[in-house]
């Protein structure tokens, strides 16, 4: 398995300019959904509160499996203007 460099920066370009501030992780949760889906990745998606979704992937199958945790939210900034 090669590893793209460039696509995962353009990943990462791609999820810093959604503004997930906790509570509001609607778009973000659109966009990590639709990444799964046009790479052909199984997922569901759980909301505990409206809005807030919550996704699980799943690549592969078998005994032995692997999770990862992320977050879709991010804690805002104290000073936007610096």
């Not at 909301?47 to 805002?76: C, F, M, Q, W, Y």
């Amino acid at each position: 398995m090669q590893v793209d460099k460039k696509r995962i920066i353009a990943i990462a370009e791609d999820l810093i300019k959604y503004r997930s501030i906790t509570g509001e992780e609607k778009d973000i949760g659109g966009y990590v959904s639709d990444f799964f889906r046009n790479i052909g990745v199984k997922y569901d998606i759980f909301e505990k509160k409206k809005g807030r979704p919550n996704i699980i992937a799943r690549i592969g199958s078998g005994e032995k499996t692997i999770a990862i945790n992320g977050h879709l939210d991010i804690v805002p900034v104290a000073n936007e203007s610096l």
